[in-house]
């Protein structure tokens, strides 16, 4: 892709069939076209007319790119799967590859995070249009994960859940051993995402059992890891920072939302989903600044604005058409999300030289954030296809709603687009409305075209381009890459994902903890999908409930608080006489989470399910990093667990269900 650098030369390139040279003619128009802003101001409509025409150039631009890279996509998408992907050679069956790359960089392994990304495009692609080849390939990824959950890592094992936060395996499904920034604790989140996906299209086409018999046993251990761990620091998405990422947060959220709604759907429960699922929601509100965007990782000690395409994957993949543009679950079209995309973007106006001459308003190259210094930190096509799908999702929503609101948060973002905008609502049919639609549209077919002027030969996409030259750097044809042009492609389409249960979801409870419950974990059998589960659209009524109760009435959630001034490395847990509590033995002791931990209010606590109707004598103990255990003085501390006798707590309140829950406020001693 040498001659990218045309890119600010003043001549006009002539357009070719696929519209790469685009973005080159349009900077320049724009430099021309700049000088007339002045003359327009106070005439709205030339203003508008003038975008229109830019629009509709652009327009056919991007369509015919769409038309080319669409089966480009597909087809390098699927060659990075195994067994038969033409560049995953030597791949298990169903494992998706970061990249064919095996040296600078070497991505020959399979991600938990990149592969659900990419699976749950892939699930979206088969709901929407049948096909034989996609399904064998999804069946074939729940088969490799059910395999890899119990595959134990340097991040630990399936028994007490830690291996599932192992952020990368070999390709034939082995543990990697090196080291690693982990764990990562966004991949049994969005996996568990991919794989309900497909579980409700199963029970949509009446293969319900298939859906409870096969799927879910994978789907509950990672609903189980991401209600034990949400809460805990971990390795953020790009690898490099240990803290609380927005974007794990919000999967999080997503998935145990998800996951509780499937659950009633199958005739199960997912009890620890629906306890923690409100609190998580409020821990998402946390990462927000009053500056007007999120900061994407807290608690990390690492000195950066926060300005991250994680928050924007995340307004993306957690979209639900649903509930509008709520803010609280950061809608793609809500005034946060805005504001946030707004804040973002303009990180990386002065950053890239690439960049430089683009007026403020008109898309840009991105990346990860703007301080990044991986291969000296470069624009990504990733990033530059969510923010165009962003932008494709709201508009979805604004048509489907007929309606745009603009608030005093949004009102930056939008006014970059159209300076003489108010804050208002604008109803569909009103010229503003019109406007603001082709406006964005244009805004976002522009993030599309940047990255397809930078696309490699034959419309290959790497994982990034670079700052400074605009050709293709690090990883080659990146899996993710694909499957980000091609859900981008499919909103700007209109077609769009079915929700996940959303408006289930969208409600922070009056008072908010960190609330985690440890759970147990099974390795699922080998899963053994029928043959000739094809569509069955008469099946397709099935109501999609939301829990609102318990099933097992039996057993009493527990939330053991405990105050406990620790050394740094020491974790508190507790043990006692119940196998729920590991029978006296140490070794099977359940931590508590110590997320709420301040030096004036030392809290460790856990949330655990407990048989009712027993009387259970424990005790917390303090293991330091080096094993040693330190037993708190007697006598035992003795409790009653009883559903009838279950004081009220918030844990369950939320779904105004009767789900026995007790707590106990302990202090060292
Ligand atoms: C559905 O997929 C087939 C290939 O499997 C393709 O030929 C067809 O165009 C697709 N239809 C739609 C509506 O996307
Ligand atoms: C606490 O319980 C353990 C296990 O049953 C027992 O061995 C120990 O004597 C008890 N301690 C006291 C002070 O009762």
């Not at 990218?4 to 973005?23: R, Y």
């Not at 991600?111 to 049948?130: K, P």
């Not at 492609?489 to 960190?514: H, M, Q």
């Amino acid at each position: 892709m040498a001659g990218l650098v045309v890119q600010f030369q003043d001549h006009l390139p002539s357009l070719n069939a696929s519209g790469l040279t685009l973005p080159a003619m349009l900077s320049s128009l724009l430099v021309l076209g700049s000088c007339a802003v002045q003359a327009v101001v106070g005439r709205p409509d030339t203003a508008a007319l003038r975008v229109k025409r830019e629009g509709a150039i652009l327009k056919r631009s991007v369509d015919s790119f769409v038309q080319s890279e669409t089966p480009i996509a597909w087809s390098k998408l699927l060659c990075n799967i195994g067994p038969s992907g033409c560049a995953a050679s030597g791949a298990a069956a169903g494992v998706v590859i970061a990249s064919p790359s095996k040296s600078s960089p070497d991505y020959w392994y399979t991600w938990t995070r990149d592969a659900s990304l990419v699976m749950t495009g892939i699930v979206d692609a088969f709901a929407h249009n049948y096909s034989s080849t996609l399904q064998t390939t999804i069946q074939n990824f729940v088969i490799s994960q059910a395999k890899l959950q119990g595959v134990s890592n340097p991040s630990g094992g399936l028994s007490n859940g830690a291996g599932l936060g192992e952020p990368k395996f070999m390709v034939d499904l082995t543990k990697f051993s090196g080291e690693w920034g982990r764990p990562q604790r966004d991949g049994p989140p969005l996996r568990a995402i991919a794989l309900i996906r497909y579980a409700r299209w199963l029970v949509d086409n009446g293969y319900k059992s298939t859906a409870k018999d096969v799927v879910w046993p994978v789907i509950k251990n990672d609903l189980t890891y991401t209600a034990q761990y949400w809460g805990e620091t971990g390795f953020d998405l790009w690898e490099e920072v240990p803290g609380n990422s927005f974007f794990t947060v919000a999967a999080s959220h997503r998935a145990l939302v998800e996951g509780a709604s499937l659950a009633a759907q199958l005739g199960t429960e997912c009890r620890a989903c629906i306890t923690t699922a409100p609190h998580v929601l409020c821990y998402q509100q946390t990462f927000w600044n009053n500056g007007g965007y999120i900061v994407s990782n807290l608690n990390t000690g690492a000195s950066r604005s926060g300005k991250d395409v994680n928050s924007v994957l995340t307004s993306i993949h957690t979209f639900d058409p649903a509930v509008g543009c709520d803010a609280t679950t950061f809608q793609p079209c809500s005034d946060k999300a805005l504001s946030n995309l707004k804040a973002y973007v303009d990180t990386f106006r002065s950053t890239y030289a690439i960049n430089s001459g683009i007026p403020a308003g008109k898309a840009v190259a991105v990346g990860r954030y703007s301080e990044d210094i991986y291969y000296n930190g470069n624009p990504w096509y990733l990033a530059n296809f969510a923010v165009a799908e962003q932008l494709y999702d709201a508009i979805y929503v604004w048509k489907k709603e007929a309606s745009i609101t603009v608030t005093s948060l949004s009102l930056g973002f939008f006014k970059e687009l159209i300076p003489s905008i108010a804050t208002g609502t604008y109803a569909s049919g009103s010229s503003t409305f019109q406007s603001i639609i082709d406006a964005v549209s244009a805004y976002a077919d522009g993030f599309i075209d940047v990255a397809a002027s930078h696309a490699g030969s034959g419309g290959s996409l790497a994982e990034q381009y670079d700052r400074n030259t605009g050709n293709p750097a690090s990883a080659a044809d990146l899996t993710w890459s694909y499957a980000s042009f091609l859900s981008a492609a499919d909103r700007r389409a209109g077609i769009v994902p079915a929700g996940w249960s959303a408006e289930n979801g969208k409600t922070l409870p009056s008072t908010c903890n960190r609330a985690q419950v440890a759970g147990t974990y099974t390795q699922a059998p080998t899963p053994v999908f029928p043959a000739n589960q094809t569509p069955n659209p008469a099946a397709s009524t099935a109501p999609k409930p939301f829990p609102t109760g318990c099933l097992n009435a039996a057993e009493v959630y527990v939330t053991f608080n405990e105050k406990a001034t620790t050394a740094w490395g020491q974790t508190v847990k507790v043990v006692g006489s119940t196998a729920e509590l590991g029978s006296w033995n140490v070794a099977n002791a359940v931590p508590l989470s110590a997320v709420a931990y301040t030096s004036g209010n030392p809290l460790w606590s856990i949330t655990l399910p407990i048989k009712a109707g027993q009387t259970v004598s424990y005790k917390y103990v303090k293991v330091g990093a080096d094993g040693s255990v330190q037993w708190e003085s007697d006598p035992n501390r003795s409790l009653t667990v009883s559903a009838a006798a279950a004081t009220t707590t918030d844990v369950c309140n939320q779904t105004g269900g009767a789900c026995a829950a007790q707590k106990v406020d302990d202090t060292w001693r």
